[in-house]
C-alpha cells in the first residue's frame, strides 16, 4: 500500500512541478522552489518519512521516491517529453519492431 501512496504523492509533486513550468517557463531546480504558491508542503516519501526527491535533468525532472529498504528499488515520475521517451520501459512489441526493423523474417 505504501508504494500507492508513494505514486499520489509524486503525482501531486508532478502536478505542482508542471503548474510552476507553465509560470515560469522552466521545471523548479529543488522542490522548495514550488513552496508556497504551488504546494503547502513537500510531499513525505512513505518510505523514509522525508521529503519526495526532485533531481533535475537535461529535458526535465525525476521526481522520486526511495521504495521500500528491504529492495533496491525506485518509484521514478519523469516530466519532460524527451526525457519521458527515453526513460518509459517499452511495451514489448515496440522494442520488438524497433530491433526488427527492415530485417527479412526469412533467413538463408
Do not use: C
Amino acid at each position: 500500500m505504501e508504494s500507492v501512496d508513494a505514486q499520489y504523492r509524486l503525482m501531486a509533486l508532478a502536478l505542482a512541478a508542471t503548474a510552476y513550468r507553465a509560470s515560469n517557463g522552466t521545471y523548479p531546480g529543488r522542490a522548495e522552489d514550488l513552496l508556497p504558491d504551488y504546494l503547502a508542503e513537500i510531499p513525505i516519501d512513505p518510505f523514509d518519512g522525508k521529503p519526495l526527491k526532485l533531481k533535475t535533468l537535461p529535458g526535465g525532472l525525476d521526481l522520486y521516491s526511495v521504495g521500500p529498504e528491504d529492495k533496491n528499488w525506485r518509484i521514478h515520475f519523469y516530466l519532460g517529453r524527451d526525457l519521458y521517451e527515453e526513460k518509459r520501459v517499452k511495451p514489448a512489441r515496440e522494442e520488438f519492431e524497433k530491433n526488427t526493423a527492415g530485417k527479412s523474417a526469412v533467413s538463408h
